[in-house]
């Protein structure tokens, strides 16, 4: 944070003096100080910035908090003409538009719920030459005059936001996306932009073909967030418990909770209301109005936790977001990422904490099984599903694990995630993880996991002859009850064993033929991560949860929210588009007594500091 202070003050200098004409690429920086109050560009933005400035088309796939928006609204700011962007979801477009406003963009948006005095009102700024940026949804933008309407003013450049909804290959495909391939001929010569936080190589193609991109360059950014501190842990039992202490550890911010169904979400919702916690559910079983009116209270609140399945997706934009907890995995790597992406979205520090079990996966593999897809496809999804559990369970840094996955090459380990922060200790587990499939298999797969360890340890009530006689019959003294459910847990999650769900009451059988014959063979070795005394561990990571303002700064970075809260409510805007939760924490920390002080602090540009400036200095010097 401090080196940044350096950076804006030095350019507050520079904009002031009496600089010579700035190329395309300084005169951006200088928009980006002044009106974003941002200090310099980060990752890849000034190289798509400068791709637009020359006229050229881009695709640009930066990951979620990544700064996307400033790649096309500063060129649309210093191009001739109207910037317009194609966005799917209007909810998002409403938050960009509020947020533009604040800086003093002149941005505005026609959607389907703009009135007919609204409309004509835009059409006036246009004819006047008056806006810098216009968000369209793709339905809104094909629909019958718009484009000749559109076509007889000056573009600026065309951003097609979220492309990769274009794309049947991609996690989102959205029909109305595919008629966004005509804007070439219709704008020729008019520089697009195609940006998204997710697609791989194969939906990155189909991005190019779908929408007319075949000479644009490519800008793939890194998957790093390094905002985000990951863990996971085994759940005990359902997991409610675990989730209800995690969230009241963390009072007065916001959080998403991701449940795999709507009963668990209206339960763990209530569970959390119960507690005196600001929570409510969110799904697919509620109506419209029920959903629209909870996703406006959640953006807005300053502190909320939405306990959600995943019929709250794309489009929930709150940049403070400040964890994401999974009560039930995802079902991939991919959906993992995205959903834990919602979290920091404003580069602040933010958590994703995912409970998971081995009945977890076998119900999630069941699914798999019974849906009607060719097998090729179920191989795929079930391929996917036991990558995500591997990580999971897995010993070694989580956020290198997810980028290597999406293939990044020569990553580090993050240094944050609970396997960097505490290393699980593990000991080799190949002659016990023998003994349990050897049990299993002389069981016939027909008992659960219970009756397994029971016969491991020799303790089963009342066995028939026939299983006290079985060579596997009490040949596992070296692990108490619970070293040998952890280790059953594990051959579950490598796929070892399998859990055949049997109506509740799981059975047990061996899993990959293969597998299992390396491991009594003793050429794959099995380690066993080893139990972490649970309350030391927890007492470590919580010590650290605040780590990131010093407490002396705490009361005034409260003081500063409740300010902006109530400076929110006044406007009927959300908080974050009046400041970001970074920008009151640099203020809360270096408490600036004048406005050029004020001016400084990371995402204070010049209309906000007319705006706001004096009432901030006043909660400064008051508190
Ligand atoms: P996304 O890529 O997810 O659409 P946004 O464009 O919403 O991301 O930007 C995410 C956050 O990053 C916003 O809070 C924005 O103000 C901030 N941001 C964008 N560019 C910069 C920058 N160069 N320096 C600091 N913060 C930035
Ligand atoms: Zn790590």
């Not at 409510?569 to 970001?580: K, N, W």
Request: aromatic share 6%; hydrophobic share 40%; proline share 5%.
């Amino acid at each position: 944070m401090p080196h940044s202070w350096g950076v804006i003050a030095d350019s507050l200098q520079f904009a002031e003096s009496d600089a010579p004409p700035a190329s395309g690429l300084d005169r951006a920086r200088q928009i980006l100080r002044h009106t974003f109050g941002h200090a310099d560009f980060r990752g890849l933005q000034a190289e798509v910035i400068g791709e637009m400035l020359a006229g050229r088309d881009a695709l640009a796939v930066l990951p979620t908090g990544g700064g996307k928006s400033v790649c096309y609204q500063i060129p649309a700011m210093m191009r001739a003409g109207v910037g317009l962007v194609i966005s799917p979801l209007i909810a998002l477009m409403a938050d960009q538009v509020a947020g533009l406003e604040q800086s003093g963009v002149a941005a505005a948006r026609l959607d389907s719920d703009a009135s007919l005095d609204q409309r004509s009102a835009v059409w006036r700024r246009m004819e006047a030459g008056e806006l810098d940026l216009l968000y369209l949804s793709p339905e809104g933008l094909m629909q019958g005059a718009m484009l000749e309407r559109l076509a007889r003013h000056p573009i600026a450049l065309i951003a097609i936001d979220e492309a990769h909804c274009v794309s049947q290959w991609g996690h989102d495909f959205r029909p109305e996306y595919r008629m966004l391939g005509r804007l070439a001929e219709l704008f020729p010569g008019i520089p697009r932009l195609a940006v998204t936080a997710t697609a791989d190589a194969r939906t990155r193609e189909d991005i190019r073909q779908a929408l007319n991109l075949q000479g644009a360059r490519e800008f793939v950014a890194s998957f790093a967030r390094p905002e985000l501190r990951l863990s996971a842990e085994r759940k005990q039992g359902r997991g409610d418990k675990r989730v209800l202490e995690l969230v009241k550890a963390r009072p007065g911010r916001s959080g998403v909770v991701y449940c795999g169904s709507r009963d668990g979400a209206d339960r763990l919702a209530d569970a959390l209301k119960g507690e005196g916690v600001p929570a409510f559910a969110y799904h697919a079983g509620l109506d419209r109005k029920t959903r629209a009116e909870r996703l406006i209270r959640f953006m807005e609140a300053d502190e909320a936790v939405i306990v959600a399945t995943i019929a709250f997706g794309m489009g929930v934009d709150k940049p403070d977001v400040r964890y994401v907890i999974h009560a039930d995995p995802p079902p991939a790597i991919e959906a993992y990422w995205q959903e834990i992406g919602r979290a920091g979205r404003d580069g602040e520090p933010a958590e994703g904490i995912t409970l998971y079990s081995s009945s977890d996966m076998a119900w999630a593999l069941r699914r798999i099984d019974q849906r009607e897809a060719p097998e090729e496809v179920k191989r795929g999804q079930t391929r996917k599903l036991r990558q995500l559990y591997a990580l999971l369970d897995g010993v070694s840094c989580r956020a290198a694990g997810v980028r290597r996955y999406f293939g990044e090459d020569a990553v580090q380990s993050c240094g944050q995630c609970d396997n960097c922060l505490d290393p699980p200790q593990s000991l080799d587990a190949t002659v016990p993880a023998q003994k349990a499939l050897a049990a299993a298999h002389r069981l016939g797969g027909r008992v659960g996991r219970a009756r397994i360890v029971d016969h491991l340890i020799g303790k089963t009530k009342d066995p028939s002859p026939a299983e006290a006689a079985l060579s596997t019959f009490g040949i596992g003294r070296e692990l108490d009850a619970k070293g040998w459910r952890d280790l059953i847990d594990q051959l579950l999650f490598e796929g070892l064993l399998r859990e055949d769900p049997n109506d509740g009451r799981p059975l047990i059988g061996l899993g990959d033929g293969e597998a299992v014959r390396e491991v009594y063979r003793g050429t794959r070795k099995l380690q066993l991560r080893k139990a972490a005394p649970a309350a030391a561990a927890r007492q470590r990571r919580r010590g650290r949860e605040e780590a990131a303002l010093p407490p002396q700064s705490q009361p005034l970075f409260e003081a500063l929210r409740a300010w902006r809260r109530q400076a929110a409510a006044d406007q009927g805007v959300p908080p974050y588009v009046i400041f970001q939760d970074r920008t009151l924490a640099e203020i809360a920390l270096f408490r600036p007594a004048t406005l050029t002080d004020l001016a400084l602090a990371n995402g204070v540009g010049q209309s906000k500091l007319d705006h706001y400036g004096a009432a901030v200095l006043k909660v400064v010097r008051e508190n």
